[in-house]
């Protein structure tokens, strides 16, 4: 049964994405993407599923060592681009068996794994220094060429993230010298020789031999869904030094696509999706993406990675915050008018109300005059004229009381028809006169009733975490009916980097004295310094 799991995932993982690249347009593909993050948790199982399996026959005691370190190679091609910290403890393993193996190949081959897995994480000092101990003589050709090109990488990602414009052309010159030496020793036509000239032509900016490697890539006949999402981020950004910023983005998104299929977690494409879908304006779907490029770069702890996602990061949600602000102004806007009109309906209903009044008195005057009549025997033709006109007048009375109401509603729609009309022209101070007298308190408190519940979906364990900063017996309990507390919302704004006390006090509807004072009460009950204590609410991670 195991080994039956273990197949079917590997099957999945080598299947080839040709129907993702030549899906054709990016809308259709940013629609197969948001139908795969839907799935990730499935594509997460698979592989884990196969890591299960090799983990249990890795500790199996029937094996020896040299198939201990077969499986323990196995394992770490499944950790290396899902999570660091488990293909870093399986490097360890596999050093130690080849230690115990004395097989010079095997000890090399170790390091490789390990100089690989300390570079995906952003450990660059580790990464040379785990480099420069490898003897690439014990390598096999394959692996030689897997040595050079993880130097090349090596120097590549080092100017990267320096972006020094002194050191940076040093450090792409010597990408470029080892991924020729990589070249040497890569069979021409296979995969890992096109990838090297791929990486060469985003090196040198060379769009055209970069779409012709790729289409070459894409014809190889055993192409997996993980060669085709590293192959298709590298030319998208071939494409976008070219200015073609539409083609990149498909790229990206076939990248994208491939590695959520194969829960990579060592990724950039959706990072760099997030910004694009930002730079267009798309906030939905780049806060969707920024959100999975946190998430994965988290989860795999890659470093650099992180740093260069929090950046975005908070470009991306101070948006949505004031976009989501900005609706809130419209809402309010729009539930001022329908209190307003409400209050027009209940002053129409009381009106009705004292017409019903006056209808019944008149009824009871109706059988007063009847009864009278009746008595008087004498006057009944003279009290029965009185009778009919009284029922007259009845029928007239109920007559205009449906005509006022039928005015009435006419009236509603055509203060609608204005209300529709003003806002439509964007005439705010008409709009205004219709809604005095509106109760802004009551307004206020659904509000914060609003933002409480949504700051909490996204900050669920907000209230434990800044609870942590104080002692037991300071801490906030929270009746089951309350979401936050003022004292808690305050702070939950400087989460979200509003810090500006004047910015809180008129979002809150407070004095800026008393947002000091919720603040320096806050603060000195807390376990930490005054000054640190911001910064360590703004540490608090979101879920």
């Known amino acids: 049964m195991k080994l039956f799991l273990f197949v079917c995932g590997l099957l999945l993982s080598v299947l080839p994405l040709r129907a993702v690249a030549d899906a054709g347009t990016a809308d259709s593909l940013l629609m197969e993407l948001n139908q795969a993050i839907a799935h990730k948790k499935e594509y997460d199982g698979q592989r884990l599923n196969r890591i299960a399996v090799l983990t249990a026959d890795f500790a199996s005691s029937e094996v020896n060592d040299n198939t201990k370190f077969d499986l323990g190679l196995r394992i770490y091609d499944e950790y290396?681009?899902?999570?660091?910290?488990?293909?870093?403890?399986?490097?360890?393993?596999?050093?130690?068996?080849?230690?115990?193996?004395?097989?010079p190949e095997k000890i090399e081959v170790a390091k490789l794994k390990l100089a690989?897995?300390?570079?995906?994480?952003?450990l660059f000092k580790e990464?040379?220094?785990?480099?420069?101990?490898?003897?690439?003589?014990?390598?096999?050709?394959?692996?030689?060429?897997?040595?050079?090109?993880?130097?090349?990488r090596a120097y590549s990602d080092l100017g990267d993230f320096n972006?020094?414009?002194?050191?940076?052309?040093?450090?792409?010159?010597?990408?470029?010298?080892?991924?020729?030496?990589?070249?040497?020793?890569?069979?021409?036509?296979?995969y890992e020789d096109l990838s090297v000239r791929e990486f060469r032509a985003q090196k040198t900016n060379n769009l055209a031999a970069g779409a012709a490697v790729y289409e070459q890539i894409l014809r190889l006949p055993r192409l997996t869904l993980h060669q085709l999402a590293v192959s298709a981020s590298t030319t998208a950004y071939v494409y976008e030094l070219a200015g073609q910023p539409e083609k990149a983005f498909e790229l990206?998104?076939?990248?994208?696509?491939?590695?959520?299929?194969?829960?990579?977690?060592?990724?950039?494409?959706?990072?760099?999706?997030?910004?694009?879908?930002?730079?267009?304006?798309?906030?939905?779907?780049?806060?969707t993406f920024i959100k999975e490029a946190r998430e994965d770069a988290t989860f795999y702890k890659a470093r650099q990675r992180q740093i260069e996602i929090s950046h975005v990061s908070s470009i991306i949600e101070g948006q949505k915050i004031n976009?989501?602000?900005?609706?809130?102004?419209?809402?309010?806007?729009?539930?001022?008018?329908?209190?307003?009109?409400?209050?027009?309906?209940?002053?129409f209903a009381v009106v009705s109300v004292r017409q019903l009044r006056r209808l019944r008195k008149a009824d009871q005057l109706i059988f007063a005059t009847n009864r009278e009549l009746l008595a008087r025997n004498g006057e009944l033709h003279q009290l029965n004229n009185g009778l009919n006109e009284a029922n007259k007048i009845k029928e007239e009375y109920i007559g205009y009381y449906f005509h006022n109401n039928s005015q009435y509603i006419d009236k509603l729609e055509t203060l609608k028809k204005r209300v529709e009309a003003l806002l439509a022209s964007k005439q705010y101070a008409g709009?205004?006169?219709?809604?005095?007298?509106?109760?802004?308190?009551?307004?206020?408190?659904?509000?914060?009733?609003?933002?409480?519940?949504?700051?909490?979906?996204?900050?669920?364990?907000?209230?434990?975490?800044?609870?942590?900063l104080f002692r037991p017996e300071d801490r906030v309990a929270l009746p089951d009916d309350q979401l936050l507390t003022t004292e808690l919302r305050i702070f939950a704004l400087i989460r979200l980097g509003i810090a500006d006390s004047e910015q809180i006090s008129r979002m809150l509807g407070y004095s800026i004295n008393t947002i000091y004072t919720y603040k320096?009460?806050?603060?000195?009950?807390?376990?930490?310094?005054?000054?640190?204590?911001?910064?360590?609410?703004?540490a608090i991670q979101a879920v």
């Not at 290396?80 to 097989?103: H, P, V």
């Not at 690989?116 to 952003?122: A, R, Y």
């Not at 000195?524 to 703004?538: I, K």
Request: glycine residues 4%.
């Open 80 to 103: 290396k681009a899902f999570k660091y910290d488990s293909a870093f403890a399986y490097c360890q393993k596999i050093t130690r068996l080849a230690a115990q193996l004395r097989n």
């Open 431 to 468: 709009v205004q006169k219709l809604v005095d007298g509106v109760n802004i308190k009551t307004e206020r408190n659904e509000l914060l009733k609003g933002f409480d519940t949504v700051f909490l979906r996204l900050f669920p364990n907000f209230i434990a975490q800044f609870n942590e």
């Open 127 to 152: 990464t040379f220094e785990t480099l420069e101990r490898i003897d690439p003589r014990q390598l096999t050709t394959a692996d030689k060429q897997i040595f050079y090109f993880l130097r090349a």
């Open 163 to 190: 972006q020094d414009q002194t050191y940076r052309p040093a450090y792409y010159a010597k990408a470029l010298a080892y991924a020729d030496t990589a070249l040497q020793f890569a069979r021409p036509g296979s």
């Open 116 to 122: 690989f897995v300390l570079l995906s994480s952003g």
């Open 323 to 347: 976009i989501i602000e900005n609706q809130r102004k419209s809402l309010k806007t729009y539930a001022i008018i329908m209190t307003l009109l409400a209050g027009v309906v209940i002053g």
């Open 520 to 538: 320096t009460r806050v603060k000195n009950r807390s376990l930490l310094p005054n000054e640190e204590f911001e910064a360590r609410v703004q």
């Open 252 to 287: 990206l998104l076939v990248s994208a696509i491939a590695d959520v299929k194969t829960a990579t977690k060592e990724t950039t494409a959706i990072f760099k999706l997030s910004d694009y879908c930002y730079r267009q304006g798309d906030l939905k779907n780049a806060y």
